[in-house]
């Protein structure tokens, strides 16, 4: 069963927006933590943001603080990273992902659950 469904990516200018969606199975919602990854050739995985689906604590690496916005939509159990003021840098393979542990960006392997990914690409 897919658990998890990102979709929104695409190919912008810098300085440009993009909202990506994760679409999550209920059971898979109700975990503690949502998450978006992203992977860019030759470089390590990087947690970008998350949110605790029963709080709504967000968390945001340093790199995009200030231009994303990590929100959630409870009655579609769906995730989203409002990505604004988009760089070239930003560019990567963007994965959505789930922990019933607590939201920790630096620990990809705490997240069991993941999607297949969207391409974002910024151009500029």
């Known amino acids: 069963q897919v658990q998890l469904v990102e979709s929104g990516g695409g190919s912008v200018q810098a300085g440009g927006s993009l909202r990506l969606s994760c679409a999550a199975a209920a059971d898979t919602y109700r975990t503690s933590c949502m998450g978006w990854f992203r992977e860019a050739p030759g470089k390590q995985r990087q947690g970008v943001a998350g949110?605790?689906?029963?709080?709504?604590?967000?968390y945001y690496d340093d790199s995009i603080k200030g231009r994303f916005t990590i929100s959630r939509d409870d009655a579609k159990n769906t995730v989203y990273l409002q990505m604004d003021r988009l760089r070239p840098e930003d560019t990567a393979m963007y994965h959505c992902?789930?922990?019933?542990?607590?939201?920790?960006?630096?620990?990809?392997?705490?997240?069991?659950?993941w999607g297949q990914g969207t391409q974002v690409t910024v151009s500029g």
């Open positions: 949110i605790h689906t029963n709080y709504g604590i967000t």
């Open positions: 992902a789930s922990s019933p542990r607590p939201c920790v960006l630096e620990a990809p392997e705490r997240y069991p659950n």
